[in-house]
Nanobody, 115 residues
Framework: QVQLVESGGGFVQSGGSLRLSCAAS????????MNWYRQAPGKQRELVAT???????SYADSVKGRFTISRDNAKNTVYLQMNSLEPEDTAVYLC?????????WGQGTQVTVSS
């Protein structure tokens, strides 16, 4: 199994920045990709960003040019740098890992952007 712990959420004004972290532990050698999702009240869970084991990245159209996913293999940590935040980015952000043994989720971290 893989354990994921997010941190870095908080309250920020529109136009501000936050950096989320996701620390992975457990059987991490089976991880194929790491993802950040978000879920706002009353909305479906949305895939925000992905980074594969080879380092390829992809983003939802709504965050392209504003968010950057990266990783530090030495720390087994994935980051989501979020710039130019908008009130529409308000959500619980969840880290997820795709492995050969299934998908694992963190507990989520709240991001609130005020206008």
């Amino acid at each position: 199994q893989v354990q994921l712990v997010e941190s870095g959420g908080g309250f920020v004004q529109s136009g501000g920045s936050l950096r989320l972290s996701c620390a992975a532990s457990g059987i991490i050698r089976n991880i194929n990709a790491m993802n950040w999702y978000r879920q706002a009240p009353g909305k479906q869970r949305e895939l925000v960003a992905t980074i594969t084991s080879s380092g390829s990245t992809s983003y939802a159209d709504s965050v392209k040019g504003r968010f950057t996913i990266s990783r530090d293999n030495a720390k087994n940590t994935v980051y989501l740098q979020m710039n130019s935040l908008e009130p529409e980015d308000t959500a619980v952000y969840l880290c997820s890992s795709s492995t050969s043994r299934g998908r694992f989720w963190g507990q989520g971290t709240q991001v609130t952007v005020s206008s």
